[in-house]
């Protein structure tokens, strides 16, 4: 499942702005990009070299729009309480989200 957030994140839109920067050549490179934006400068090497997760498309598609944004709510939710998900709890909430929608593999 791709990793796709639909949250505003000022460092995601400061990386985005970034990485337009380099890609109209309005900054020289990445780590003038990286001073100019104050972003990560691995994060932003990595995104502007390989581009975003997003822009791959992802490989299982077992879930679908609806699902997959009430999985997300899910992460959301736990990263509220205090109690980010781990791996294994969101492979379980998707499981569980599957099966009650009658699609479990």
Not at 17 to 22: F, G, H, P, R, V
């Amino acid at each position: 499942m791709p990793v796709v957030r639909t949250k505003s994140n000022p460092e995601e839109s400061r990386i985005t702005k970034a990485i337009n920067a380099l890609v109209s050549s309005e900054q020289p490179s990445v780590l003038a990009a990286h001073k100019a934006f104050n972003v990560p400068y691995k994060k932003l090497l990595g995104r502007y070299a390989h581009g975003t997760e997003a822009s791959h498309g992802g490989q299982n598609k077992a879930l679908d729009k609806v699902q997959e944004e009430a999985l997300l709510q899910y992460i959301d939710r736990c990263s509220e309480l205090g109690r980010p998900a781990k791996r294994q709890d969101i492979i379980n909430a998707a499981n569980s989200i599957l099966w009650n929608s009658g699609r479990f593999i």
